[in-house]
């Protein structure tokens, strides 16, 4: 598991793109994760994922448990820019791939912010066999994202 307070270093520094969190709000999350790994301690990349039995309290994840009955969530995903493009996050959605089908999961499912954009991110979901089922405006119109799944084989 990684180390917290790297961990939060990392995601609060990339708090626009996923969310600020505190340190008491970083272990609750890892607590309820299904699957949470990082490289260098979480220093330079980082994934969390929840399953559909999480008590977790978010409106992201409300959407899929909405419309699916069993997924494993992807709540966060960061790759520091110096570890960007080496395949860092590609490696940790493999582990995330084959952990889920292990536990019995077929679908993995997250949403990427396309206001304010974050082209980089859907792009890269794109090339791991993501594909859009539907959009939503959040937290009082601030932002609007679209939700993704991947079905496992």
């Known amino acids: 598991m990684p180390n917290i307070a790297v961990i939060l270093a990392l995601n609060n520094a990339n708090a626009e793109e996923t969310s600020l969190l505190d340190e008491a709000g970083m272990a609750n999350l890892l607590r309820a994760a299904f699957f949470a790994r990082g490289t260098d301690r979480g220093s330079t990349a980082l994934l969390i994922a929840l399953d559909h039995n999480a008590a977790y309290v978010n409106p992201n994840f409300q959407w899929f448990k909405e419309r699916r ?82 079905i496992l084989k």
């Open 69 to 150: 009955s069993s997924f494993v969530y992807i709540d966060r995903v960061i790759v520091a820019q110096s570890s960007r493009g080496q395949g860092t996050g590609k490696k940790l959605y493999q582990d995330l791939f084959a952990a889920a089908k292990k536990a019995g999961h077929d679908r993995v499912v997250c949403e990427v912010n396309i206001n304010p954009p974050n082209t980089v991110s859907e792009a890269f979901h794109a090339s791991m066999g993501f594909t859009g089922i539907g959009e939503a405006t959040i937290l009082h119109g601030k932002k609007t994202v679209r939700y993704f799944e991947k």
